[in-house]
Each structure stands twice: as structure tokens, then as C-alpha cells.
């Protein structure tokens, strides 16, 4: 392979690069929702039976935790804390649902290509 191939494979190669993060930053530099976790104090959670089924959404139970949601970028940072306190199990679902996530009415049902990875954009209409 001569100089010149090489040199347009790497370019190309950069190209995919450079489109991929662009997936994931706008122009902005505002990062987008690939994932998130729900944090919760063991003693306020009978179990996670119930809890978001959301697809790419973790339930993880923290003893003495105040009820969060932590919306997550492509690396796992966090980008936002929302107080879930005064929320139930549906408008919990709901609020999922408006950011963008998919919601599996049991922990067994497929989820839809355009979910399966982020970024996740919200829906205001629902």
C-alpha cells in the first residue's frame, strides 16, 4: 500500500471519528442522554418490582440515598440530577418516557433499534 492510501484511510478513519462524537456533543458542546440510573434509599424501596423499566436505565438502591434520576452522557458522567422525591412509580415512567427513553411493559419484551443505544433526545408532546 502506498503513502497516498494510506493517508486517505486514516482520513477517513478521522472522518467516522469526528461524526461519531458529533452524536454525541451538538455544536454547542452540550452533551446528550445515553443512559441513566435511579438511585433510592433501600428503606424507601419495596423492592424494584415495578420500578422503570426503561430500556438503558439502571435501578440501583443506595442505603440513606434521596431519590434521584442521573441522566448520563456516552462515557457515564453525569449531565443531570433530577429530585424524584415527590414523584410515584408513573410519573417517574412519564418522565422517562419524555426524555426519550423506551419504556418495555415487561423485563422481556424487545426493544426497537432507535433505542437500543443513546443519545436519547426529549419528547414534549407526551
Same mark, same amino acid.
Given at each position: 500500500?502506498?503513502?497516498?492510501?494510506?493517508?486517505?484511510?486514516?482520513?477517513?478513519?478521522?472522518?467516522?471519528?469526528?461524526?461519531?462524537?458529533?452524536?454525541?456533543?451538538?455544536?454547542?458542546?452540550?452533551?446528550?442522554?445515553?443512559?441513566?440510573?435511579?438511585?433510592?434509599?433501600?428503606?424507601?424501596?419495596?423492592?424494584?418490582?415495578?420500578?422503570?423499566? +426503561?430500556?438503558?436505565?439502571?435501578?440501583?438502591?443506595?442505603?440513606?440515598? *434521596? =431519590?434521584?434520576?442521573?441522566?448520563? $452522557? @456516552?462515557?457515564?458522567?453525569?449531565?443531570?440530577?433530577?429530585?424524584?422525591?415527590?414523584?410515584?412509580?408513573?410519573?417517574?415512567? +412519564?418522565?422517562?418516557?419524555?426524555?426519550?427513553?423506551?419504556?418495555?411493559? *415487561? =423485563?422481556?419484551?424487545?426493544?426497537? $433499534? @432507535?433505542?437500543?443505544?443513546?443519545?436519547?433526545?426529549?419528547?414534549?408532546?407526551?
Amino acid at each position: 500500500m502506498d503513502a497516498r492510501s494510506v493517508l486517505s484511510l486514516l482520513c477517513l478513519a478521522l472522518v467516522g471519528l469526528a461524526s461519531v462524537r458529533a452524536d454525541a456533543e451538538d455544536q454547542g458542546g452540550t452533551k446528550h442522554v445515553f443512559s441513566a440510573r435511579v438511585e433510592v434509599s433501600e428503606t424507601g424501596v419495596r423492592g424494584s418490582r415495578g420500578w422503570p423499566r +426503561s430500556h438503558n436505565v439502571m435501578f440501583k438502591p443506595i442505603p440513606g440515598a *434521596s =431519590p434521584e434520576l442521573i441522566l448520563l $452522557d @456516552e462515557q457515564d458522567q453525569q449531565i443531570e440530577r433530577i429530585d424524584i422525591s415527590g414523584m410515584n412509580r408513573e410519573e417517574l415512567n +412519564s418522565l422517562l418516557q419524555k426524555r426519550g427513553f423506551f419504556r418495555r411493559e *415487561s =423485563p422481556t419484551d424487545a426493544v426497537p $433499534d @432507535e433505542f437500543l443505544r443513546g443519545p436519547y433526545f426529549p419528547h414534549e408532546e407526551l
